[in-house]
């Protein structure tokens, strides 16, 4: 099956701690991103990455860190330096390019809850 | 900067009414609006796509309408089930280079279909 996976479903983090959300794809896309949804919002733009080996900050980059060493997977670390980290996070993938075709797919999510 | 606005924030139908759901953008310079379905704690499904020289897009009883010069977007639902009951979040795509394939998301529309 195609499709966008994320792992895990549910993470618990202690204060000060650093965690290590899982994305992988095997659409082929090219282009891949990270979203963060607050309970009753939008999702917010944390980090993209159009290509292998490169990625772009966000809205609300502040506190995250990404990788994109392979085409497939686009990992998300929340540091400690995120301040208010609980939060459902979204990962999606599209094909890239400056055209109107790029439509957005979505992984399932993980949900983040700091104790 | 774009934003993106769903009003009502939260909707309640009789099964077999119509739903008409409404979107509205700032800034007209898109490359395409996405529709989105998403259930509770899930990940987001895509609905429908359309292109920014296109005035609507249909799939099955969903038929979503776009009008740039107004910066409105309209998603129907025709002959509403139970099923549908769901939060349905709208996207814009930006046209600007620089800013890549970036989603700006709406707060989304809650909706609840009653049998």
């Known amino acids: 099956d195609g499709g966008i996976t994320q792992s895990p479903k549910y993470l618990f983090r202690k204060e000060g701690q650093n965690v290590t959300l899982s994305c992988e794809q095997n659409l082929n896309h090219d282009a891949m991103y990270w979203y963060r949804q607050d309970p009753g919002q939008g999702l917010r733009l944390i980090y993209y990455s159009q290509i292998v080996n490169d990625f772009q900050k966000g809205d609300i980059a502040e506190g995250y860190s990404v990788s994109r060493e392979k085409k497939e997977s686009f990992p998300l670390t929340v540091t400690s330096a995120q301040k208010n980290p609980t939060a459902f996070y979204l990962c999606?993938?599209?094909?890239w390019g400056m055209g109107a075709h790029n439509e957005q797919f979505f992984g399932p999510g993980t949900r983040l809850t700091v104790l | 900067k774009q934003e993106v606005t769903q009003i009502p924030a939260a909707l309640s139908v009789p099964e077999g009414e119509n739903l008409v759901l409404n979107c509205s953008f700032t800034?007209?310079?898109?490359?395409?609006l996405q529709w989105f379905r998403q259930d509770p704690g899930k990940g987001l499904t895509s609905l429908l796509l359309i292109q920014s020289s296109q005035r609507e897009q249909t799939s099955g009883r969903l038929n979503a309408s776009l009008d740039k010069s107004s910066g409105r977007s309209t998603l129907y639902i025709a002959a509403s089930q139970p099923g549908d009951s769901a939060t349905y979040l709208c996207a814009a795509a930006s046209l600007q280079k620089a800013a890549g394939n970036k989603l700006t998301f709406g707060g989304g529309t809650r909706v609840l279909v009653k049998p």
């Open positions: 999606a993938s599209s094909p």
């Open positions: 800034d007209s310079a898109i490359y395409n």
